[in-house]
């Protein structure tokens, strides 16, 4: 493969996007390629729980019965063969959200099937939040004692990544080999899309046909892909009708990650002045385009927190920012934590395990896997776009917080040594 020929199909590609998006332009007001109901509906973790749980119960008012929740089973059967013979008729199944477990953890979503011999499967959706210490576990614990081994548990996130270690319960196998009780990684990009669309082409109401389109644009923008007319579609069409196109799409493709890495590194540059310019410290953490790769910001005063930046899936993707733990690498809260934390806007979780405080990133800014325009700014390296104005003024928010958390543990450590 040749940079001509490279260079030619990214040329025709370019032309085709063009055409496309003045076509798009042209017939917007009379088409609103882009138009969803659901960016409406302020869709957060929480919310697409509750939308698949409803979907999965067939007692509710959707009116299509089980066949919502018999594409489900269908999906996970080969992890989970028992699957097959339960009995999902309604008045047979229990969907439950935010279920208490008995050590006060919450399931996302809990579906319990009273036949055979009752048998529980448990979603847990991780689009966007941090794997917190021992979770897996937990859940693992309290379904073998109701449960025993008759459950599945799935993980539910963006790209299908496996748990962070700290949650991982180690009893799961993703294999066929554990019978009846069975861990599964499923994924926004590839699996629930696929469900939505099968969702979609069994439903006889026309109503509840259209929020499940809308539901599955949605679910594509989460995964990276298009919606409306999808350039997508314009880009492998280009591809298969160019000369060598296949293999120059692959070679192009090839190229993509270290691509987003050099960009990386460039944002580190730009983070590494905005530090200077606050006076602040800075450094990255882990490795770029992996999971938990951060980047961290310092006081020279500061012992025990950073204002942090992290992406919470591989792929730049799930970016949140907050406070972390640097001296122990645990963060146990305590009453003038809570009142010192309190300050927050309500937008920031107070956590355990490394984060004192976080909140996600806003929705253009939350997933760089195939957000172009985030690495647009991030190749200007302007400090007053979008992206580094957020990042300014998190720092800002977040700075006078972290000021009192250290006094709070400075004055603690002295009245220690005193006693």
């Not at 959706?125 to 449960?147: G, P, S, T, V």
């Not at 926004?188 to 939505?196: A, T």
Request: glycine letters at 6%; aromatic letters at 10%.
């Amino acid at each position: 493969m040749t940079l001509t020929q490279s260079h030619h199909l990214l040329m025709g590609v370019s032309a085709s996007v063009m055409q496309l998006r003045s076509f798009r332009k042209a017939y917007e007001r009379t088409i609103a390629f882009d138009f969803n109901p659901m960016d409406f509906l302020g869709l957060d973790e929480n919310k697409y729980s509750e939308i698949f749980a409803y979907f999965l119960d067939p007692t509710e008012r959707h009116g299509q019965r089980d066949v919502y929740l018999k594409c489900f089973l269908k999906e996970i059967a080969e992890i989970a063969p028992l699957t097959k013979e339960l009995d999902t008729s309604p008045g047979c199944v229990n969907v439950e959200c935010e279920k208490a477990t008995d050590e006060k953890r919450r399931y996302d979503v809990r579906i319990v099937f009273k036949k055979p011999q009752g048998f529980a499967i448990v979603i847990e959706n991780k689009l966007w939040a941090i794997d917190q210490d021992r979770q897996l576990d937990d859940y693992r614990k309290d379904l073998q004692k109701h449960f025993p081994g008759r459950h599945h548990l799935v993980y539910l996130t963006p790209d299908g990544r496996k748990p962070d270690v700290s949650s991982k319960a180690t009893g799961y196998q993703a294999v066929k080999t554990v019978p009846n009780e069975t861990f599964q990684l499923l994924s926004y990009r590839e699996h629930m899309s696929r469900i939505v669309q099968d969702w979609i082409s069994v439903t006889e109401a026309d109503n509840v046909r259209f929020f499940l389109k809308g539901l599955g644009r949605k679910i594509g923008q989460l995964s990276g892909e298009g919606s409306g007319m999808d350039e997508n579609g314009v880009v492998v069409k280009q591809i298969l009708g160019t000369a060598n196109g296949i293999e120059a799409a692959f070679s192009i493709a090839l190229a993509i990650d270290t691509l987003k890495d050099d960009l990386a590194a460039k944002a580190q540059q730009t983070l590494t002045s905005i530090a200077h310019e606050l006076r602040l410290n800075f450094r990255s953490g882990g490795k770029p385009g992996k999971q938990t790769f951060s980047w961290n910001f310092l006081d020279a005063d500061w012992q025990h927190f950073n204002v942090t930046f992290q992406f919470g899936s591989a792929g730049y993707q799930g970016l949140v920012a907050g406070i972390t733990v640097v001296a122990d690498g645990k963060y146990r809260k305590t009453t003038d934590d809570q009142i010192i934390l309190d300050s927050l806007p309500k937008d920031y979780q107070v956590e355990n395990g490394w984060w004192a405080a976080l909140q996600h990133a806003p929705e253009d800014l939350h997933n760089w896997s195939g957000n172009a325009s985030v690495w647009k700014m991030v190749e200007q390296a302007k400090p007053d776009s979008r992206l580094y104005e957020w990042i300014r003024d998190i720092i800002t928010e977040l700075r006078p917080v972290v000021n009192e958390l250290e006094k709070l543990r400075a004055t603690s450590g002295k009245s220690s040594k005193g006693s």
